[in-house]
């Protein structure tokens, strides 16, 4: 995926806020409102990386990519929580910079449709503006959620009174480019982990979980035929270990389930998908979970996955390549082992 306008630094992008340059974006949105239910394998094939060749993304993805991006862009810029119905005021700004975004990054779709572009932004009519918000979020989608106030000081999003339309900061997000590493069903939902990279250096800037759900918003040109419900951003900590396994593109998501240990019989071992199902069953559904590396405590191996979630102390849940043992902990600094067992 080649992007125009590379920014040199990211100094820009941070200090002035996304207060984008007038350059468009180069990755292109599908601009057939009838062929977006069927874009999922063009996009595939004409943006592949994007994506880790082993993921296969939700039937009919289509343009999702570009509001899971826009909510990427404003986790590592602004680092405001993802904005729902019972978001404080405050955090107002999370809404408006991910729209700003989206808006920028779909410019080449909203072309087609009735929009007006000038002193530097870009105005969308009711539909799209409507549409925007619902593939950002699915509470809007479902009528949850209205809009929050803007604040008439705010640098990426205006209403002019005159057009009756809200205009969004057109620019480019220059070398930064979203990468999806790993997708997972649940019902009817979908769980995507991303990494936000650096073009040049393939350095992994974030990372994230986000949910999908097939959208509640209704109207015959949505662009989008998924909502995103759920935002979660993966801490710091691991990115030095992400970086190190999705920046070399012979590395699989499963890094072949370290089937090179050769004190691992592998006709024994479970699966790393199996594994995180167990995983995820120590701490329940509402932690979040991401998968390390296969870690040697004693005499015994483990997949280890790193845990986050409200009132857990472990940092990690450890499960045998048997399955046998599941338990959380926290790796010390000297290189040993305090279990919460």
Known sequence: MMRMHKMKTLTLLLAALMIFSSAGCSKKADHSHESTTESTTAARQSNPDYVKE????????????????????????????????DSDEEDADSFWFSMAVLTSQMNHYVK???VKTDDGYIYIDEETLNMYAAGLYDEFGKGNMEFPELDEEDKYAVY???????????GT??????????????????VLTLHLKNTDSAEILSSCKITLVPTSYESED??????????????????????EKDSTEDVTDEDEDDD?????????????????????????????????????????DYYDFAVEGE?????????????ENVMGGEKNDDGTWTFDQ
């Not at 570009?66 to 119905?85: D, F, H, N, V």
């Not at 002019?160 to 057109?170: E, I, S």
């Not at 070398?175 to 997972?184: A, F, G, K, M, N």
């Not at 009132?311 to 399955?323: K, N």
């Open 54 to 85: 082993d993921v296969v993304l939700p039937e009919n993805f289509g343009n999702m990519i570009y509001p899971m991006e826009a909510l990427l862009i404003e986790a590592y810029a602004k680092g405001l929580p993802y904005y729902t119905s």
């Open 173 to 190: 997000i220059g070398d930064l480019e979203p990468y999806i590493t790993d997708c997972r069903s649940k019902d009817d939902s979908y």
């Open 260 to 300: 090179n240990d050769e004190d691992s019989d592998s006709s024994e071992r479970i699966s790393r998908s199996d594994a995180q199902d167990l995983a995820e069953d120590y701490f329940g559904e509402d932690a979040t979970y991401s998968y390390k590396k296969i870690v040697k405590i004693g005499e015994y």
């Open 160 to 170: 002019d009174n005159d057009k009756g339309m809200y205009g969004f900061r057109q």
């Open 222 to 243: 949505n662009a989008f035929n998924y909502s995103v419900a759920g935002f979660k951003k993966l801490k710091s900590s691991d990115l030095d270990e992400l970086s």
């Open 112 to 114: 087609d449709v009735a």
């Open 311 to 323: 009132g857990i102390s472990s940092t990690d849940v450890l499960v045998s390549l048997d399955g």
